[in-house]
């Protein structure tokens, strides 16, 4: 596509529930990155995938969220048993190369009650 | 101490003034990137830098690696340059990017 599309644009969830959030990335970017964005706060990095390697998972805050990359393409970003404290703006980026320029999702807004 | 420092936290200006943003880093980069967010939440890449002066529109972009310093400027700014604006290193060896904490931006008609 166009941009970066990212699905839901909002989701309220119930604390405990598991929810799965998705990034379509730009046709042909190997590089895919999800951040993380607080009320108020500054953007983390969760995890970044490139290609076929091994995705760097090092800015995952937990064991509770994961994500995976199908296909080199679609990423789907999964947060089980949802705390108050997961609720954000989670935002995926990609890019050609890793140096390149970035491409940003509208983003996600997660809120848990 | 955060690795990369922005300053101001707020900057709010009358239309048509003349803006710095300036941006501190601590740690070795290949790259440097200037985001910005408007208050939808959606985030445009401005710029990235590895050296010297970059130019688009009313944006202009400097780096300087020896100083581990770059600022961005807007020139005759306007309302609809109201927007956070962040800086973000890619570090040396690394894969990602490291983020500032953003400036907001409100320029007053």
């Known amino acids: 596509g166009a941009g970066v599309s990212q699905s839901p644009s909002n989701k309220v969830t119930e604390k405990g529930k598991d929810v799965e959030l998705r990034c379509d990335p730009i046709s042909g970017h190997t590089a895919l990155y999800w951040y993380r964005q607080s009320l108020g706060q500054g953007l983390e990095f969760l995890i970044y995938f490139q290609g076929n390697s091994a995705p760097d998972k090092s800015g995952l805050p937990s064991d509770r969220f994961s994500a995976e990359r199908t296909g080199g393409s679609v990423s789907t970003l999964t947060i089980q048993r949802t705390q108050q404290e997961d609720s954000a703006v989670y935002l995926c980026?990609?890019?050609?190369?890793?140096?390149?320029?970035?491409?940003f999702g509208s983003g996600t807004r997660l809120t848990v009650v | 101490k955060n690795e990369v420092e922005q300053s101001p936290q707020n900057l709010t200006a009358q239309e048509g003034e003349f803006i710095t943003i300036n941006c501190s880093y601590s740690?070795?980069?290949?790259?440097l990137h200037w985001l910005q967010q408007h208050p939808g939440g959606g985030i445009v890449s401005l710029f990235m830098l590895s050296s010297g002066k970059k130019k688009h529109g009313r944006l202009i972009a400097t780096i300087n690696i020896q100083e581990k310093h770059s600022s961005l400027h807007i020139t005759a700014s306007h309302p609809r340059d109201s927007a956070v604006y962040i800086c973000a290193v890619f570090l040396q060896g690394a894969q990602k990017l490291v983020f500032g904490q953003g400036t907001r931006l409100t320029i007053n008609p």
């Open positions: 740690v070795g980069i290949s790259a």
């Open positions: 980026a990609s890019t050609v190369t890793v140096r390149g320029g970035y491409t």
